[in-house]
């Protein structure tokens, strides 16, 4: 899985993800919260949403981890009769879970700020 990083000449380069399972399963449930999608969408929504900062080749194994876990599950039907394409929606422990991951990742984060704007500072 990779991600694309725009650097501030305008090009971009292909980087291994700097994102850790954590954080790409949250971004993935967090879609899935949304509304019932195929992976397709789900790749296109995370560029379109991060204005191409987080772009990914597939996100395959991430859904058959989420599967496992019971957090995502596979759509029985596609929304509005549309062709034959492997949806996907959340689960009710999903949801939860997309909670936990969020409180998480935004203490991460804020620690994280903290630090960075302490060494800003001097």
Request: glycine content about 6%; aromatic content about 4%; hydrophobic content about 40%.
């Amino acid at each position: 899985m990779a991600k694309t990083v725009r650097g501030t000449s305008g090009g971009s380069r292909r980087v291994r993800s700097m994102l850790r399972i954590k954080e790409i399963d949250m971004l993935v449930l967090a879609l899935l919260s949304r509304r019932t999608l195929y992976a397709h969408e789900m790749l296109r929504l995370l560029a379109e949403m991060t204005d191409n900062v987080l772009t990914y080749d597939k996100l395959h194994t991430p859904l058959i981890r989420l599967q496992r876990q019971g957090l995502v599950c596979q759509a029985e039907t596609p929304p509005d009769g549309v062709a034959a394409r492997v949806y996907f929606s959340i689960t009710p422990q999903g949801r939860g879970r997309l909670e936990e991951l969020v409180r998480e990742y935004r203490r991460f984060n804020a620690a994280v700020e903290k630090i960075l704007s302490q060494i800003e500072n001097k």
